[in-house]
């Protein structure tokens, strides 16, 4: 398979360069140059397959030419041999029209694990092959750190540093970064503000001279391995409620769009996905463009469904290439329209096939906190501030007019103050967690400052 830019204007890729590389030369995003489909044969043959043998079939053409079968088969198996629920993505009944699709048995208990996991091994594994190494480093205000930690965790040729904003993480994310025992992993509190911490990793890729130094890479939610990856759990959920002639409809709690665009993507490939629900929070830049064609970008603002607290969502450039027929100059030209306006204007025409494609839906703090509680007191569900909003959706949107499966993102553990707030009760970590408090924690404290950064980063690289 290769890859194509949704500017238009690089050359194509194969699977190794896309994965390895970020944003396009021209600044767009890599995007498969088909959609390699999936039968009705093929979609009855997996109702009682394994999440494994799903996701193999499923990925099997976009790393067809890079990676041989038996390696990818093994990587897949490995990863999510790791996953604590047999079903790895299991599905449960809440109504008569609503499943509910656990995506956080994964080490770090968020759906970030279902992509970044195999994400991971298939780096060291196009690393090695190339006699490459790589520097991963990042900022994190909580969750994605830990996703993106336990990701490279013991990869022989990754070394990664993350820097969280000291005292403002919760105590269960900062120690799932920071009790991670492998020797390429390296975590700084600093003394600033999450926005310091993106300032600094940007000042670092800024850096041309340092970043080919340490060979500075990212694994941030552009990377169409993470994409592709989450594309299987959209198969699984197919395999289990629907048939070619009996579509489902789905409902994703969406900040960067990386999710939803997955979900896009299985439909592509010819799985009976009906609507899908960009389902956000306050931030609901999404929300108002799909209601009612107004993406104007405003300051984002904090909430109880922090992971999703995100004004421009990146991936969404990857669907409008696609909804405006491929056209990379047009994109070109809208997406730097909005960089400089901060207004997205769309063709005639492209609007309404983005409101058929989606339908949106948002939940401020009130109604996350009384939709928890409703849903508890329903179903006894005990719901994160995340999937809370896709159950919300999943429930009260009259646009779905199929069985709904709502993505779970988070486990109810990882957010409890907000839990505690909705129900009264503070939600417990997984037993395979629950000595999380007693593990030692390692990392340094450190100044914002890019000079003792960059030191600290050269000094801590394993080669
Ligand atoms: C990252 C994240 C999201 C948002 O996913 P996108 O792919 O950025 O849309 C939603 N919920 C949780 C818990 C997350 O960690």
């Known amino acids: 398979m290769k890859y194509v830019s949704t500017r238009g204007q690089a ?41 494994a043998d799903i996701a193999k079939q499923v990925m099997a053409p976009f790393v067809a030419g890079a990676i041989d079968t038996a390696t990818f088969e093994a990587m897949v198996d490995e990863t999510y041999a790791s996953f604590t629920h047999k079903a790895v993505a299991p599905l449960k009944q809440l109504d008569e029209k609503v499943w509910f699709m656990e995506l956080f048995h994964g080490p770090t208990l968020a759906f970030k694990d279902y992509a970044l996991q195999l994400v991971g091994r298939m780096f060291d594994h196009v690393l090695a092959k190339r006699g490459q190494r790589l520097t991963v480093v ?9 996703a993106a930690i336990a990701a490279c965790a013991g990869l022989e040729n990754v070394d990664i540093t993350i820097l969280f904003p000291k005292g403002r993480v919760s105590p269960v994310q900062q120690r799932q970064m920071t009790t991670v025992d492998a020797d390429n992993v390296r975590c700084i509190a600093l003394e600033g503000t999450f926005d310091d911490c993106q300032d600094r990793v940007k000042d670092m890729f800024n850096d041309a001279a340092f970043r080919a130094e340490v060979g500075l890479g990212a694994v941030n939610s552009i990377n169409w391995g993470r994409v592709m990856a ?19 409809d789905i409902s994703v709690p969406t900040g960067n769009y990386g999710n939803v665009l997955a979900g896009y993507c299985a439909k592509r490939m ?3 996905i009906a609507r899908l629900g960009v389902a956000t929070n306050r931030n609901d830049i999404l929300t108002r463009f799909l209601e009612q064609a107004d993406m104007s970008i405003r300051p984002v603002e904090t ?44 063709a005639q025409g492209v609007w309404e096939l983005c409101h058929g494609d989606f339908s949106a839906y948002r939940l401020d703090d009130v109604g996350i906190l009384s939709e928890i509680k409703r849903v508890m ?38 957010f409890p103050d907000a839990v505690q ?36 980063v050269r000094a801590n690289r394993r080669a």
């Open 11 to 51: 050359p194509a890729l194969g699977f190794e360069d896309t994965l390895l590389g970020g944003l396009a030369p021209d600044g767009g995003l890599y995007f498969p140059e088909s959609w390699p489909q999936i039968s009705a044969e093929q979609l009855a043959s997996w109702r009682t397959a394994s999440y």
């Open 138 to 146: 990042g900022a994190t205000s909580g969750d994605t750190g830990s």
């Open 230 to 248: 989450q594309i299987v759990y959209y198969a699984v959920a197919a395999a289990r409620l629907a048939a070619a002639d009996r579509p489902i």
């Open 270 to 272: 010819g799985l009976p």
């Open 303 to 346: 909430s109880l469904a922090p992971s999703m607290d995100i004004q421009i969502s990146s991936n969404f450039e990857r669907y409008l290439f696609e909804v405006m027929d491929r056209d990379g100059a047009a994109v070109d030209q809208v997406m730097r329209e909005f960089r400089s306006s901060g207004k997205l204007t769309l």
């Open 377 to 414: 007191l329903e179903t006894g569900e005990v719901l994160d501030p995340h999937s809370i909003v896709s159950v919300s959706q999943a429930q009260n949107d009259a646009r779905f007019e199929n069985p709904v499966v709502a993505m779970g993102t988070a486990h109810p553990a990882k």
């Open 421 to 456: 707030k909705a129900v009264g009760l503070r939600p417990g970590l997984p037993a395979h967690m629950s000595e999380l408090f007693e593990r030692p924690e390692r990392y340094d404290v450190m100044a914002n400052d890019l000079n003792a950064l960059q030191d600290f």
